[in-house]
């Protein structure tokens, strides 16, 4: 154990030892201080001692400390050496005086003692070293027959025994250093390993999508950034492909966020296993939308490789009891080096809004979604400046009673001219509500219809308006409030407010505007169901909404007089909306024909060219005054 950390100790005390070795074998023997001749046996001694000494010091430098016999190979030098000083006594002590005997034997004595802290970091080295040395010449003295000699020898054997229990005990405190040094340099070593760890993660976090394990966009840009930059030479062209799971957010809603999460892992665990047979890279561009890059030479190849993942997405995720198999939106948009990564990720992403409004499952980004979207950034730029201009104004389209033809309301319809040119409001406020510049824009619309009503209401109290709301408008938490102090501001009866919701709109956000919608009623305005047709609301929703007013679309109107089906709709939809005691206008009337039509199927109200198109404030203060005029002169 830790044969490393003694050698280096040894090797630090070694040189030392060995001169000291040589130094007092040269001692011995050369020297004139016993006063003998130096005979030849001395003289072989010492070069036999030169000799072992000489392959000490070679096993100590020519091996490195990492040899696994190096520190035998020591051991086997000390026992040699131990052995040649063995040999001294019992080869010379016969020729000595008892005073050269006591002094060698002290020589031997403090030589062993020495040697044995410089040796103890290999225990059998030291205890060899010292018996070897001290043992021997001790039991010669105790059998030369001399008394003084004898009790010197026991002496020796005394002073030796002492030594190897010195040595067990340097050789214990040498252990528990290095074992202590092990420890710390591994607990040291354990940090190091750990505060790697810690980095590795951070930078995992940084860069990874938590729930799927995927590259966030900001690492993808980064990766993508450097495939392009390694050229590849076969396939020239850079795909992307953006992807939606469509309606995740019922999957949420309707089972819980664990399920929507457990379908966004395993959209994960597939891209990652695209990635791993296709030279593509993936990451989680969002919530439920994911990103991929490929590189292709052809737009069939890109098609066919979204063909790939659509069949090995198009699979039911299963959890718990739950059973769901995702229907899914692709974007994508191919393009060479020139265009940055950011635009080529907007464009796919652009290609699956486009896909979203015309539900086309797989859409490529061309040319109409470039020019849509220079549209719209167009229209939205001037929009911000004309709603900080508050330069809108307001037209009015009378909403007719069937049985008198007299003017029951009117719909506030915002108008917008931008350079001179009318844009049409379904444009602009989609734009508006894309960009969340949709409740600054319906306050304005409020305040302008309320201020328009509360002048009618002065010389024709009971005309009511009809203002269409966004549901992006009726989620704003201050909307009731504004509302009310708009109504307030301008003294209007809040039964003459009438709140127009699409129904589309209204039905697919029903758990959230609810309560909105509640509210609205408490404050004692009037609610209507606009294009109603279009979606797919329940009676109950109706009557437990205790909705006022529905439309019916224009759309079933266009169709009353030649298709028996859409007129039997309009009549069956009218008799369920009078059991419910909810009111119904026809919207879109143009011909006499519709309008009779829509009479025998027992319709209240109407709206439509063939009364009046929407007119300015004045025109329709002018029509109230008209009818004024006609029931005056009845
Ligand atoms: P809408 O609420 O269904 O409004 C009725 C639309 O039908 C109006 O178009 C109106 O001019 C048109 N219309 C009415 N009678 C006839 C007809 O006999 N024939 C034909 N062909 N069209 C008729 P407009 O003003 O272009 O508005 C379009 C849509 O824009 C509106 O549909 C509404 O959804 C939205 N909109 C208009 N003004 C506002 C507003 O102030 N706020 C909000 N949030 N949306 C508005
Ligand atoms: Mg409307
Ligand atoms: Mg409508």
Not at 19 to 26: E, K, L, R, T, Y
Not at 261 to 273: F, M, P, R, S, W
Not at 299 to 309: D, G, S
Not at 413 to 418: G, N, Q
Request: aromatic content about 10%.
């Amino acid at each position: 154990m830790y044969k490393y950390q003694r050698l280096l100790i040894l090797s630090a005390n070694l040189p030392v030892l060995l001169a000291i070795n040589i130094v007092i074998a040269f001692t011995l023997v050369m020297t004139d201080m016993y006063g003998t001749v130096i005979g030849q046996e001395k003289l072989c001694w010492l070069i036999l001692l030169i000799s072992v000494t000489a392959f000490r010091y070679f096993v100590h430098s020519y091996f490195s400390n990492d040899n696994k016999h190096k520190l035998d190979l020591h051991f086997v030098g000390v026992v040699i050496a131990g052995l040649t000083w063995a040999f001294y006594p019992s080869l010379f002590h016969q020729s000595m005086s008892t005073k050269e005997t006591m002094l060698s034997l002290i020589i031997f004595c403090g030589m062993s003692g020495g040697s044995v802290t410089l040796l103890s970091c290999d225990l059998r080295s030291a205890i060899a070293y010292v018996s070897l040395t001290i043992f021997p010449y001790s039991v010669v003295l105790i059998m030369s027959g001399d008394p003084s000699l004898e009790s010197l020898g026991l002496m020796g054997l005394l002073y030796g025994v002492a030594l190897c229990i010195t040595a067990v005990k340097s050789s214990r405190i040498i252990f528990s250093l290095i074992d202590s040094q092990a420890k710390v340099e591994a607990i040291a070593s354990d940090l190091e390993i750990d505060s790697h760890n810690k980095d590795q993660k951070i930078s995992m976090l940084e860069q990874r999508d938590m729930l799927t394990g995927l590259l966030n966009r900001k690492s993808f840009i980064s990766a993508i950034t450097l495939i392009k930059a390694k050229n590849n030479q076969h396939r020239s062209l850079n795909g992307f492909v953006h992807i939606d799971i469509e309606k995740l957010h019922n999957v949420n809603q309707n089972y819980g966020h664990q399920y929507g999460d457990h379908i966004i892992t395993k959209v994960g665990e597939v891209l990652k296993n695209i990635d791993k047979f296709y030279d593509t890279c993936s990451a989680r561009y969002g919530n439920d939308e994911f990103t991929i890059h490929i590189k292709v030479n052809t737009e069939e190849e890109i098609l066919k490789f979204i063909a790939t993942i659509k069949k090995q997405l198009s699979v039911y995720f299963q959890l718990d009891n739950i059973r769901v198999k995702p229907d899914y939106y692709f974007g994508y948009y191919i393009g060479d080096d020139s265009i940055s990564i950011n635009q080529a990720m907007r464009n796919a992403y652009l290609a699956v809004t486009q896909g979203k409004k015309s539900n086309t499952r797989v859409c490529c980004y061309d040319t109409k979604i470039q020019e849509d979207q220079q549209r719209n950034q167009y229209l939205r730029y001037h929009l911000k400046a004309a709603i900080g201009a508050e330069n809108f104004f307001m037209n009015f389209q009378p909403i007719v009673r069937c049985s008198n033809q007299e003017v029951h309301s009117f719909e506030a319809l915002v108008r917008w001219k931008l350079e001179n040119k009318n844009i049409s409001p379904a444009e602009f406020i989609s734009v508006a509500e894309e960009h969340g510049l949709i409740v600054e824009l319906g306050q304005l619309i409020l305040k302008m219809s309320i201020e328009a009503l509360a002048d009618m209401n002065k010389t024709h109290p009971s005309i009511s308006i009809s203002i269409n709301v966004s549901v992006i408008q009726l989620e704003d938490d201050d909307f009731i409030s504004y509302l009310q102090f708009i109504m307030n501001k301008y003294s209007v009866n809040p039964a003459n407010v009438h709140l127009e919701i699409t129904e589309t709109a209204m039905i697919s956000n029903i758990t959230k505007l609810t309560n909105r919608i509640i509210q609205a009623k408490e404050a004692g305005v009037m609610i209507s169901v606009d294009d109603f047709g279009t979606g797919f609301s329940s009676i109950a929703v109706l009557r437990n909404l205790q909705i006022d007013y529905i439309k019916i679309d224009k759309s079933y109107i266009d169709n009353i007089c030649s298709c028996d089906k859409d007129k039997s709709i309009v009549s069956a939809v009218t008799k369920m909306a009078h059991t419910i005691g909810t009111n119904v206008i026809a919207e879109g009337i143009e011909t006499d024909e519709q309008l009779a039509l829509i009479g025998q199927s027992g319709i209240d109200f109407y709206q439509g060219y063939l009364f009046s198109r929407p007119v300015s404030f004045k025109e329709a203060v002018h029509i109230l005054e008209q009818e004024k005029q006609r029931k005056i002169n009845k």
